[in-house]
T-cell receptor
Framework: DARVTQTPRHKVTEMGQEVTMRCQPILGHNTVFWYRQTMMQGLELLAYFRNRAPLDDSGMPKDRFSAEMPDATLATLKIQPSEPRDSAVYFC????????????FGPGTRLLVL | GQNIDQPTEMTATEGAIVQINCTYQTSGFNGLFWYQQHAGEAPTFLSYNVLDGLEEKGRFSSFLSRSKGYSYLLLKELQMKDSASYLCAVRGANSGGYQKVTFGTGTKLQVIP
């Protein structure tokens, strides 16, 4: 049963600390998405990768957020320095370009910045 | 850009039928998705429509009218486990090399006995 995995599942940190979230997309998928979800804003797209290349990171605060795909099995999202307003659930999703490109979501990382 | 509207909350009775509407305005259209999200969990794919008409999948059906910028998700024979948020998402025109998917804020459905 192929699925997207994310680590850590929960993270509590103090303001100013670096946070790294990791995602393993479904094997064979060639698109990866990072989303942030809050009660107020819903699902916001932060970054989109196709074949490991970033195509869209317009939703990401560039001064503190960075997203990379060092290889086809790993995507990372970093926040440095973290701020309380970054507290949210961060979802990674993967898909296969061609047809609908249905997105399959990981379980999410619940981040709390104190 | 894209704008997606769906009701914030709905309540329905176990065993009944409920229709969740979604309207959208988009600069281009390449498909509409419905996702289900239980509290504290990740969204899961329910349906995809790219042509007008009704797509049926078990107790769930999804309808699309491209000319009206309108879709609905129909849930039949409601069960308590159907209590969740239902997210409408629209795939837009090519921009920056890909067709961006924008999610609505979701409709929280509560099924009551």
């Amino acid at each position: 049963d192929a699925r997207v995995t994310q680590t850590p599942r929960h993270k509590v940190t103090e303001m100013g600390q670096e946070v790294t979230m990791r995602c393993q997309p479904i094997l064979g998928h060639n698109t990866v998405f990072w989303y942030r979800q809050t009660m107020m804003q819903g699902l916001e797209l932060l970054a989109y990768f196709r074949n490991r290349a970033p195509l869209d990171d317009s939703g990401m605060p560039k001064d503190r957020f960075s997203a990379e795909m060092p290889d086809a099995t790993l995507a990372t999202l970093k926040i440095q320095p973290s701020e309380p307003r970054d507290s949210a659930v961060y979802f990674c999703a993967s898909g296969f370009l061609g047809g609908a490109e249905t997105q399959y979501f990981g379980p999410g990382t619940r981040l709390l910045v104190l | 850009g894209q704008n997606i509207d769906q009701p914030t909350e709905m309540t329905a009775t176990e065993g009944a039928i409920v229709q969740i509407n979604c309207t959208y305005q988009t600069s281009g259209f390449n498909g509409l998705f419905w996702y289900q999200q239980h509290a504290g969990e990740a969204p899961t794919f329910l349906s995809y429509n790219v042509l007008d008409g009704l797509e049926e999948k078990g107790r769930f059906s999804s309808f699309l009218s491209r000319s009206k910028g309108y879709s609905y998700l129909l849930l039949k024979e409601l069960q308590m486990k159907d209590s969740a948020s239902y997210l409408c998402a629209v795939r837009g025109a090519n921009s920056g090399g890909y067709q961006k998917v924008t999610f609505g804020t979701g409709t929280k459905l509560q099924v009551i006995p």
